[in-house]
Nanobody, 125 residues
Framework: QVQLVESGGGSVQAGGSLRLSCAAS????????MAWFRQAPGKEREGVAI????????LYANTVQGRFTISRDNDKNVLNLQMDSLKPEDTAMYYC??????????????????WGQGTQVTVSS
């Protein structure tokens, strides 16, 4: 049974950092393409970053490029998202997602079939 559990959210001031983690069970993170999405109140869920199964290739949304880093720990079976230089507009519920596909072209919500419950990130100015 596939399960994704996010952790690491919290409240931080603008310019600060947070590290989100997504603990996976039921599959090996290195064999799946995985992603982080976020959803702010009243807005659509948007893609933040992906890590493809093939070679751990990554792709970031323009809004977070250079500030966020996606990574995975194969031994712990965890997907991480290091978020630096946080801005108030980064405030959202952050979700981890996974697909058994080894390659996804873009950060598209429709590519993913497994989702976590989310962890809240709040950035104050």
């Amino acid at each position: 049974q596939v399960q994704l559990v996010e952790s690491g959210g919290g409240s931080v001031q603008a310019g600060g950092s947070l590290r989100l983690s997504c603990a996976a069970s039921g599959f090996a993170v290195r064999r799946y393409s995985m992603a982080w999405f976020r959803q702010a109140p009243g807005k659509e869920r948007e893609g933040v970053a992906i890590m493809r199964s093939i070679k751990g290739s990554t792709l970031y949304a323009n809004t977070v490029q250079g500030r966020f880093t996606i990574s995975r720990d194969n031994d712990k079976n965890v997907l991480n998202l290091q978020m630096d230089s946080l801005k108030p507009e980064d405030t959202a519920m952050y979700y981890c997602a996974a697909t058994p596909r080894d390659w996804v072209e873009t950060i598209s919500r429709s590519d993913y079939i497994y989702w976590g419950q989310g962890t809240q990130v709040t950035v104050s100015s």
